[in-house]
């Protein structure tokens, strides 16, 4: 690959629009973060698609300068998987939030990290559904009271990142929005891996969750130890399953063939030497052969 | 006399061969230059149980499948009992059926008279003496029917002895011999059946294909290089087609999750600068209704062609119906904007997908191809499809108009000029937000009501320069019938039949269902005395349709509407023409 002949500012990278967030949420972390990562990837913008699909967090595709779709939602990586299996050469990332990624669009993630979809999907997790004002989300703790767990919250949350893993993503990482330095570093790496990276960023809402999550979370996140080997699938599942804290890090990271790779390859069997049949030539098929 | 025009129902279980029988004389006919029609009818078993294959092969033009069989092959009765009041013989009709079955038959029952020639055949025995197998029945068979009704003899064999071609030399010459028995015990059966017996002249070979192939030829003559669905009958083999050929154009398909992610694929593909297609039927489509109205909002280009099946819900998966029209023109929230397209034969499943793609990348549009399981299922031949079927491209901005990219500019006829990712300068962020012209959202009732007034702008001239529409029959009619779809067949059908006669029937059949073809439409109200609307849906979707922005004749305005289930027949159609034709005796004083 040559040399990028333009170097990027993180701030070449905004749009004119003001996010919509409300004072001290977390997403802005995570847009700044995207901004640095993909300053310092040097992505050229027209060359790069974000989508997303409906929730606060969804807003951001609205704030870069590449071309950005804020789809419905639970859909962002339905949409993302028809972007990057039809155009390959693209660099493609999905944002959302908990309530997008985990509940309506829940099905999209096993199939995504299933066939190694090569995009990049940040989860922004508060444990919260904030656009519609605070209802229960399928990552808020059990117990939790809010607007639509009166008595608190009868479920259990689900894990994201141990989801993922399970269901086959190459690159599984937590971060923390509240790290921006840590965060930036696991977004560039998510998006230079080849494969499905998928990232659960911890990003507390401020409205919904009060201070409280935000102190809790800090209070519970740990980083990874410095000699952890992200190659053994059994330890980063094992992380996954401690409840005191929460760890973050690349816990998990792969190669093996993207579905992209995959289908390339198809293309290949079926053109035998890239000749491609006109239209008659493929009408010939239904003439009956005798 | 000889016929020239001969229908022939095979029944059988799972390993009888009926549909093999039905495929080479389908292949016999279309190597002769014959008009073939075929269709095949199963149980519910996934695999096994009752199978039925009908072709239709003739020398003239045929139009849909023929009302009754001349000719029923029977292997075992208790099978055909699966398929009553779906295959009917006509009453003189020549019913040949397996010799060691003694069920006792009630001819009325299948709609044979009097004068219907019953013949026992030891399909079996025959099988077993030349061949050394009973797998060999259907071989039998059509050495049978090729030497009694003049089927193409010789394309037969030459198909049989494709098909065995790459088994053992035995098993070819087992099948030889008894294809040879068959048409040897023909020779020494004593019943006269001459008057059955099929006259043409053989032809140049035709094509024989079903609407599904055609309509996934159809979307990679119009460049579609990306194609994302979910497996649903009846649609699923325009997946299977290309699955096969979209990589050999270079393309590719994903088979996706659930509809859902099909349409989002859909979407995204198309918003990435790539031609993009899902096809589904009726439960798919509901599935994919929010998504539409995001292709709207967001104009995006977008392809489903919608295969109908009998419902509601899972409904009648394997049978045709047309009452997917609301769900077409209305599903999904707020106002959304589509086209909506009938292919009304499997020709036509090919020209209509490349007419959605043409319309879906010039007006940034979603267009919906409604065709149904009757068209989409039937293979039937067709002379080399028109090639020349011109193919669109989506307006991309000129260097000057990227300096201030507005993605959703309002212009006089509504369309925008789009640009794709990898275009320099041409970023910018969508949504299924309201935006302004920059692509920026909005909740401002002003902009709305500009925006959508642009979106729904474009309907206009796709009205004016996509205006398929078919008209049988003479100018001045005291009948005319509006119909869509595979209803088509026999409705063209029973009117050129009527016309022949002198009688005075006219039809009108548009391919573009939205936005309707109202001008034309109201031409040929004008033209005619009586009207009626002939549809396949239950709670009568299409006249109901037409009520919503059209006055119908009052008073010379009928309706005939049944559920799907059942193909249409020439007789229906027929016996609503004999019914209404008396009371148009006086032309009608105010027209439209």
Excluded at chain 1, 199 to 208: A, G, H, L, R
Excluded at chain 2, 97 to 103: F, G, I, L, V, Y
Excluded at chain 2, 183 to 195: M, N, Q, S, W, Y
Excluded at chain 2, 325 to 332: D, F, K, N, P, R
Aim: charge should be negative; aromatic fraction near 8%; include cysteine.
């Amino acid at each position: 690959m040559s040399a990028p002949e333009v170097t990027y500012k993180p701030g070449d990278f905004k749009t004119d629009l003001k996010p919509v967030w409300c004072p001290g949420c977390g997403d802005f972390g995570v847009l700044n973060a995207l901004y640095r990562a993909m300053a310092s990837l040097s992505l050229e913008p027209w060359n790069t698609v974000i989508l997303s699909g409906i929730g606060c967090s969804s807003r951001l595709p609205g704030y870069v300068a590449t071309y950005g779709f804020n789809s419905v939602h639970g859909r962002a990586l339905a949409l993302a998987t028809g972007v990057k299996v039809a155009r390959p050469d693209l660099t493609v990332i999905a944002v959302g939030g908990d309530g997008d990624g985990m509940a309506i669009g829940g099905n999209h993630l096993m199939h995504s990290c299933r066939r190694n979809l090569d995009v990049t999907y940040i989860l922004m997790d508060n444990e919260i559904y904030g656009l519609t004002k605070g209802q229960t989300a399928p990552t808020t703790p059990t117990g939790d009271k809010t607007k639509s767990s009166y008595w608190g919250n009868p479920e259990p949350a689900v894990d994201p990142v141990e989801l993922a893993i399970s269901t086959g993503a190459t690159f599984v990482a937590r971060g923390f929005s509240g790290d921006l330095k840590n965060l930036t570093a696991m977004i560039q790496r998510g998006i230079e891996h080849r494969g499905f990276s998928f990232i659960n960023v911890m990003s507390p809402c401020v409205t919904w969750r009060g201070d409280s999550q935000y102190q809790l979370l800090k209070a519970k996140l740990q980083e990874l130890p410095e000699d952890y080997d992200p190659t053994n699938r059994a330890s980063a599942v094992k992380y996954t399953r401690e409840t005191d804290v929460l760890t973050t890090g690349v816990l998990y990271e792969a190669g093996g063939p993207t579905i992209g790779d995959r289908v390339e390859h198809i293309r290949m069997m079926a053109q035998e030497g890239g000749k491609v049949p006109t239209t008659r030539e493929i009408l010939e098929r239904f003439m009956p052969s005798m | 006399m000889p016929r020239s025009d001969l229908s022939i129902a095979m029944v059988g279980s799972g390993g009888d061969g009926v549909v093999t029988m039905g495929d080479m004389i389908a292949q016999a006919g279309a190597r002769d230059g014959l008009n073939v029609i075929k269709v095949e009818a199963y149980g519910p078993q996934i695999r096994g149980g009752e199978s039925s294959t009908t072709v239709r092969v003739a020398a003239n033009d045929i139009y849909a499948q023929a009302d009754h069989v001349d000719i029923l092959v029977v292997f075992n009765w208790k099978d055909f009992a699966r398929f009553k009041g779906e295959i009917t013989v006509a009453p003189d009709a020549i019913i040949l059926s397996e010799a060691k079955d003694e069920t006792e038959v009630d001819g009325a029952d299948l709609g044979a008279g009097p004068n219907a020639t019953w013949i026992k055949v030891p399909f079996i025995d025959l099988a077993k003496e030349s061949a050394g197998t009973t797998l060999a029945k259907n071989i039998v068979t059509l050495g049978l029917l090729s030497e009694l009704f003049n089927l193409p003899q010789k394309p037969l064999k030459r198909a049989i002895e494709k098909k065995f071609s790459k088994k053992k030399a035995e098993v070819l010459e087992a099948n030889i011999k008894g294809f040879t028995a068959g048409i040897d015990f023909a020779k020494t059966l004593g019943e006269d059946v001459g008057d059955r017996r099929l006259e043409y002249t053989p032809g140049e070979p035709r094509l024989l294909m079903s609407g599904n192939e055609a309509a996934a030829v159809g979307a990679i003559h119009a460049g579609c290089r990306f194609f994302a669905g979910y497996p649903i009958t009846p649609s699923s083999e325009v997946l299977h087609f290309l699955s096969e050929w979209l990589p050999k154009a270079g393309g590719s398909v994903v088979q996706t999750e659930d509809e859902l992610a099909a349409i989002g694929a859909v979407i995204g593909g198309s918003f990435a600068g790539v031609k993009s297609m899902t096809a589904t039927s009726g439960p798919g489509l509901a599935l994919m209704t929010e998504m539409l109205g995001l292709a709207a909002m967001a104009e995006v280009p977008a392809v489903i062609f919608d295969v109908q099946r009998g419902g509601p819900s899972t409904g009648l998966p394997t049978k045709s119906e047309q009452s997917d029209l609301w769900q077409a023109l209305y599903g999904s929230h707020g106002d959304a904007p589509r086209v909506v397209l009938a292919p009304a034969d499997v020709e036509d499943c090919f020209h209509s997908t490349v007419d959605a793609f043409n319309i879906a990348e010039e007006y940034q549009i979603p267009v919906i191809v409604l065709s149904d399981q009757n068209i989409a299922q039937r293979r039937e031949t067709l002379s080399m499809l028109t090639l020349d079927h011109e193919v669109k491209e989506r307006l991309a901005p000129t260097a000057e108009q990227l300096e201030d990219y507005k993605r959703y500019e309002i212009t006089p006829n509504g369309v925008s000029p789009m640009t794709w990712p990898g275009i320099k300068g041409g970023q910018y962020q969508t949504n299924g937000l309201e935006h302004d012209e920059y692509g920026r959202p909005t909740s401002m009732h002003l902009v709305h009501e500009k925006m959508n007034e642009k979106r729904y702008r474009k309907l206009r001239p796709i009205r004016d320069d996509y205006h398929f529409i078919r008209q049988y029959g003479p100018d001045d009619a005291d009948l005319g019938i509006l119909c869509w779809g595979s209803s088509k067949g026999p409705v063209k059908e029973a009117v050129l039949k009527a016309n022949a006669r002198g009688v005075k029937v006219a039809a009108f059949v548009p391919q573009v269902l939205y936005p309707f073809p109202k001008h034309e439409f109201e031409e040929f109200l004008r033209r005619i005395k009586e009207f009626i609307v002939i549809e396949l849906s239950f709670s009568a979707q299409f006249y109901k349709y037409l009520r919503t922005f059209l006055e119908l004749p009052e008073g010379h305005t009928h309706i005939f509407k049944r559920s799907g289930g059942k193909n249409l027949t020439v007789a229906e159609v027929e016996e609503q023409i004999a019914a209404i034709l008396p009371r148009a005796a006086t032309k009608r004083e105010v027209l439209v």
